[in-house]
């Protein structure tokens, strides 16, 4: 019989465990009658007991050591108070690895018993230094404590306390993406860069898992706070570890129960919660706070605004993440034109869709200053479109994230250092307050920004004019020909056509590997969304959030088939060494990416029979709000290799044709748009 608590792996994690794909530990299951029977789980997702699948992978050779990582892992999820429990307690132990490193040599070498015993009054001791008297840490240790921490411990010896904690908190983060409302780290130092140099004490009242004020370099002083005490004891640990600044973390509402209401802070960064209707409206209504106005029920990000605003030191600067809807509003037109109209909102910056989530709306950061009392208000507000960044692509196209990120703090420097920037027409502006205040005070930058030139003026319009030539006349050449009959056999009853078989079945088979798509990743690289493929574009997306392990990280590859699982169109894009069709790119949220095996099946082959429209029809379930797609479900014919190839030959033919179709659209609608604009603006003669 099995202890208790012993750690439990699913079929995915043994497959990571072994380097191999899920579908090989499916094959293991139905050929060996030794393999581990599942201990927990479901039907349809087992769970299998970890040391007896670590002694069967190292009996039949496939597995030498389970990896550390792993392994301390495993212990996270098997911890009786679940898995954010062992993080706060693992957390608790790397900060005194950290920062009483003697004192935890001379704890470890003891027996179990006695390192239990003495571990509590170090651990406080530690806490309490780097985090205060009243921080929201609290250790329950439970049974098998004692072989988490000195497993953590290990860890850490290869890693350091800040890597190893930030490995453990990101795997956690990865195995429950819609429990958690995340600020990529790439956002995230955008904020901290907005705040300026110079910052030594900061607050987040929202602070999650605590990625923004992690940005900050210099700092001495960190206050978060956060609703929930799992993630303000999370976000304390995080911090802490990452630096040697003093953090005061407290778990409450901050609008209901600010815990530093006399803090003066040099910087507020704060991505605050969207579109809240409680968030104390009634008995907040004579709070001292709301110093520009008394925020409506439906203007809970201007509340936020004010809260951060009433923390600042005078000349403090806020950066906060909104949606932009709290910029057109009617209902908070009034506390928009008093911010305005007493120099408090700086600059309003539109980010590119996906920067943050929801990652399907353009958000915006928005950089407020305490004024002080007898400074003069700014005769101008800064507004930036990163969207337009990208001046030759279509309306749609995305600008890669260091150029967004480059370009918002060039502008904003420029301006805080001199009052303007140079205009550029489409992106940035400093436009006159007196414009901005009339009976809308609409403050979205798109509507005050000058468009660009018509597409880039006469010569560019010639430009694009050729290029729509070339594409219109390789487009013509690629045209498929006259479809033909498929001849006497089409008539044959269905017993004669091939058999059938499910991408399912062929994942189980090991003809094929298939994973889901998370949009994580180091920063480094470009995500390809489900836009992309749909769009037929290049990656344009950016990680959602920092993968804390290079492994984790789902990279498209030559050969690669990818298909949307959302959406009721049918797509599927065969990644080639192109790196515009993909190659290197990972793989975004909504996708899943199909690896075949060369050997069994052509990708291209493949890619043709998934888009089927019949074969979507089948394999798709209807939500109320949206199509879903299941991928397994969907199927292709049993055919030999030779065969594929025919297919796919025509199915990659196929796919330069309206490649080339999409590309001659999209040149057409920026010369149509292009000779609109400069008819209207004068630019180009109607002759």
């Given amino acids: 019989m099995l202890e208790e608590n012993v750690p439990e792996v699913t079929a995915a994690e043994i497959a990571r465990l072994a380097g191999v794909g899920r579908a090989a530990v499916s094959n293991w299951r139905r050929r060996h009658p030794d393999f581990p029977k599942p201990v927990g789980g479901t039907e349809t997702s087992p769970s299998f007991a970890l040391p007896e699948v670590e002694a069967w992978l190292r009996a039949q050779g496939k597995l030498a050591e389970v990896p550390l990582r792993e392994r301390v892992w495993q212990q996270v999820t098997a911890h009786p108070g679940g898995a954010v429990a062992a993080l706060v307690e693992a957390g608790a132990a790397l900060l005194v690895v950290r920062d009483r490193p003697a004192r935890w040599l001379e704890l470890a070498a003891l027996p179990d018993d006695r390192l239990a015993e003495r571990l509590p009054a170090v651990r406080d001791e530690a806490l309490t230094a780097r985090l205060g008297a009243g921080h929201p840490v609290t250790v329950r240790p439970a049974a098998g404590a004692v072989t988490l921490l000195r497993a953590v411990a290990e860890l850490a010896a290869g890693l350091g306390a800040r890597q190893a904690f930030e490995f453990l908190l990101g795997r956690h983060l990865e195995a429950n993406p819609r429990q958690y409302t995340l600020t990529p780290e790439g956002c995230a130092e955008l904020m901290a860069g907005l705040a300026g140099p110079g910052v030594r004490t900061a607050l987040d009242p929202a602070c999650g898992t605590g990625s923004p004020l992690r940005a900050l370099t210099g700092a001495t002083v960190l206050h978060a706070q956060d609703a929930s005490p799992e993630l303000a004891a999370l976000a304390a640990l995080r911090l802490a570890l990452h630096g040697s600044a003093q953090v005061r973390a407290a778990a409450a509402d901050s609008l209901r129960a600010d815990a530093f209401p006399d803090a003066a802070v040099d910087a507020v960064l704060c991505h605050p919660p969207f579109n809240e209707r409680n968030w104390g409206h009634e008995e907040l209504a004579y709070d001292p706070r709301w110093e520009y106005g008394f925020p409506a029920r439906t203007e809970s990000e201007l509340a936020w605004i004010q809260h951060a605003l009433a923390r600042l030191r005078e000349g403090g600067t806020a950066v906060l993440l909104m949606p932009p809807a709290a910029a057109a509003r009617r209902s908070g037109r009034r506390i928009r034109a008093d911010l305005l109209r007493r120099g408090a909102l700086r600059a309003v910056v539109s980010l590119p869709a996906g920067a943050a989530p929801p990652y399907g709306i353009p958000l915006q950061l928005w950089v407020l200053r305490r004024p002080a009392p007898a400074a003069a208000a700014p005769a101008g507000l800064l507004l930036l479109d990163a969207a337009g960044l990208d001046p030759d692509g279509p309306a749609q196209a995305r600008a890669a994230w260091p150029d967004v990120r480059d370009a918002v703090l060039a502008a904003w420097t420029a301006y805080d250092r001199t009052g303007s920037t140079p205009q550029t027409p489409g992106v940035s502006r400093v436009v006159p307050v007196v414009e901005l205040l009339d009976d809308d005070v609409d403050l979205t930058p798109a509507r005050h920004l000058p468009p660009p030139a018509a597409g880039g003026g006469p010569a560019e319009l010639a430009a694009v004019r050729d290029r729509l030539d070339a594409t219109l006349a390789r487009a013509a050449r690629l045209t498929p020909p006259p479809a033909s009959p498929a001849g006497p056999a089409a008539a044959q009853p269905a017993a004669a056509s091939p058999s059938q078989t499910t991408v399912g079945e062929l994942a189980r088979a090991g003809a094929l590997l298939l994973r889901a798509?998370?949009?994580?990743?180091?920063?480094?690289?470009?995500?390809?969304?489900?836009?992309?493929?749909?769009?037929?574009?290049?990656?344009?997306?950016?990680?959602?959030?920092?993968?804390?392990?290079?492994?984790?990280?789902?990279?498209?590859?030559?050969?690669?088939?990818?298909?949307?699982?959302?959406?009721?169109?049918?797509?599927?894009?065969?990644v080639t060494e192109d790196p515009a069709s993909g190659a290197g790119a990972v793989i975004g949220r909504n996708l899943q990416l199909l690896r075949p095996d060369p050997a069994a099946l052509d990708p291209w082959f493949l890619a043709g029979f998934l888009r089927g429209t019949a074969n979507t029809r089948r394999a798709s379930s209807h939500a109320s709000t949206a199509t879903r797609l299941d991928v397994r479900r969907l199927q292709l014919p049993r055919l030999p290799p030779a065969e594929q190839r025919r297919y796919?030959?025509?199915?990659?033919?196929?796919?330069?044709?309206?490649?080339?179709?999409?590309?001659?659209?999209?040149?057409?609608?920026?010369?149509?748009?292009?000779?609109?604009?400069?008819?209207?603006?004068?630019?180009?003669?109607p002759e």
């Fill in 517 to 574: 798509g998370t949009g994580t990743g180091t920063g480094e690289l470009p995500v390809l969304t489900e836009y992309d493929v749909y769009a037929g574009t290049a990656p344009s997306g950016t990680a959602a959030t920092p993968g804390p392990d290079m492994a984790e990280t789902l990279v498209a590859e030559p050969g690669d088939v990818v298909v949307p699982v959302v959406g009721a169109l049918s797509a599927a894009r065969v």
């Fill in 648 to 685: 796919g030959a025509r199915f990659r033919a196929l796919a330069e044709f309206e490649d080339a179709l999409r590309l001659a659209g999209r040149l057409g609608e920026q010369l149509v748009q292009g000779l609109y604009d400069g008819l209207s603006d004068g630019s180009v003669t």
